[in-house]
């Protein structure tokens, strides 16, 4: 537990949330200021910041949980699909440091379109960077 965490501050029940789901490892509750009707967070109840800080059996939980859950989000708003996805660490906008992994409705005809509509750079890599950059992620980190 982190004191200034206001994740766990919601598990050990100091701030409320409507909780949806707990487990073990696991603890799920809507967003107070959601994207849209049934946005979901789902978070491990230790406080890790990112997803590779979470040991394997609560990351393992957490996906698990999210995916589990993902058919009761889509029922209960009537949903056609969700987006799900996390900000992991800073630089990807994440403002919670408390993963969690966001699942979030959506709706044939609710004009958000896919995660690829961030504004992305996209970059025109060719075959060398393509193979380099695989390389590095096959090592691991060093
Ligand atoms: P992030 O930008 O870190 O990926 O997302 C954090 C999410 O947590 C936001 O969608 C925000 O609305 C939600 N959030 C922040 N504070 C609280 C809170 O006190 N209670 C609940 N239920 N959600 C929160
Ligand atoms: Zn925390």
Redesign the pocket.
């Known amino acids: 537990m982190s004191d200034d965490c206001?994740?766990c501050?919601?598990v050990a029940g100091d701030?409320p949330?409507?909780t949806v789901h707990e487990g073990e490892h696991t603890f799920a509750?809507?967003?107070?200021?959601?994207?849209v009707r049934g946005?979901t967070?789902v978070i491990p109840k230790e406080h890790y910041e990112t997803v590779a800080e979470m040991p394997d059996d609560v990351r393992d939980a957490v996906f698990t949980a999210a995916g589990e859950l993902t058919p009761a989000v889509e029922e209960a708003v009537d949903a056609d699909a969700t987006t799900i996805g996390?900000?992991n660490g800073a630089a990807?906008?994440?403002?919670?440091?408390h993963a969690?992994v966001?699942v979030v409705p959506r709706f044939d005809d609710d004009g958000v379109g896919p995660l690829h509509t961030l504004d992305w750079p996209r970059p025109d890599l060719d075959d060398e960077e393509f193979d380099d950059v695989a390389e590095a992620i096959r090592d691991g980190p060093q």
């Open positions: 206001i994740f501050s919601i701030v949330s409507r509750f809507l967003d107070v200021n959601p994207l946005h967070l996390m900000n990807s906008g994440q403002e919670v440091p969690h966001h």
